[in-house]
């Protein structure tokens, strides 16, 4: 039975238990919110070392970090050592987004080795394995997301949305059909005269999902590249359709979240946000950014995350992240490093605008212990604790600058909060109390536990880091 099935019939699973304890909210009100279609918990059935989480726009909001491999690089180590990092630096999801040889064995390791839900497109598998894309037939297509349903796989972003009647619709554009998935798609409809078989499938891809509990990420596969190419027909007659398939799935008893775009100017993000929760009925909004600005390859997570906050702002549930790799290479760990500060950043700053329970503790427990100058507790709060204390230590490295009044950003003499304190002490001005004991108490605190530090929230012990060897069962496996 799938979460919506058993939230349906009224019954609280342990995987509904589980998200209530980390999201600081009742049971009862997750088993709503999941029967409603307002949330969802992606759980395969056959993921055993899932820790579970939720994905809705009465939660926290979520990140999601992909990895995977090209043919270029990387191997199955490579991808654990991928996994381990999104995990550690906050990813709440993770795509595997694998485009090389092993997808097979690199599935099945990440599926066996992560607590968080994984991911995937499975039109990729089906491309690798069809001597041409035009060649992939819909009982391929079938095999391959059965295949991945049974490997354990808890959301599959599935393109149904790319029409025929769509693709006109993207003529005048300036950069096309960026999506992979969606060009593949595009491609497949010309060259064959058909309609997109995930769509004509559809309900039978509900079938395989019901018996797994997969989760849907209906994909955007028409999402705009560009700014210029923002909210136009071919974008929101797509919409209209994951509208459609939204309720389609609904019946079937299979949760859906909805993918978005892309590429939005500022003004309009909120609104787009706003017109996918009209049309698909406030099935989780899975954001990727959007980009504000079109100008900045190589600070993309910037201009992503800007867009990203601001989507969380006006309802999105999960924000899919971006690194400062974006339309330039495959991401690198540091990479996957800073694309999650930025998403966690947004993802929290949002969550603290919207007045989410408990949301600013976080907050207020660094800024008590930044006033106090208490500079270790300042590090160990803070999301990225090991980037706060290199730069720190950059300039003032010595054991007794932890004690300082001061740091090398203003100086000794400048140092604005040791001035305002003395003022304090000396003067008419109350005296600001920084004692440990009167601080926020963050393990009182209601807020969600991915507004809580320290950097990830959840366990990557289990994962194989950079020097690990690799467990038995996933070594040697054939290649695709
Ligand atoms: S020197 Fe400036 S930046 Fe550093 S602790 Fe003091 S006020 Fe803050």
Redesign the pocket.
Known sequence: MTQLAAARNGTVTEAMARVAEREGVEPEFVRQQVADGQAVIPANVGHDSLDPMIIGREFATKVNANIGNSEETSDIEGELEKLHTAVHYGADTVMDLSTGSNLDAIRSANVEHSPVPIGTVPIYEAVKRASDPSEITHELLLDVIEKQAKQGVDYMTIHAGVRMEHLPLTDGRKTGIVSRGGSILAQWIEENGMENPLYTKFEAICEIFREYDVTFSLGDGLRPGCLADAGDDAQFAELDTLGELTRTAWEHDVQVMVEGPGHVPMDQVAGQVERQQEVCDGAPFYVLGPLVTDVAPGYDHITSAIGATEAGRAGAAMLCYVTPKEHLGLPEKSDVRDGLAAYRIAAHAADVANGREGARDWDDALSEA?YA?DWREQFDLALDPDRAREYHDQTLPGDNYKEA????????E?????IDQDAREDGEMETIEADVDDRTALEESSAAEVNQPPVGTHDEADIPGPDADMPADTEGRADD
């Open positions: 930044r100058f009044r001061f740091c090398s950003m203003c100086g000794v400048f140092c604005s909060m040791r």
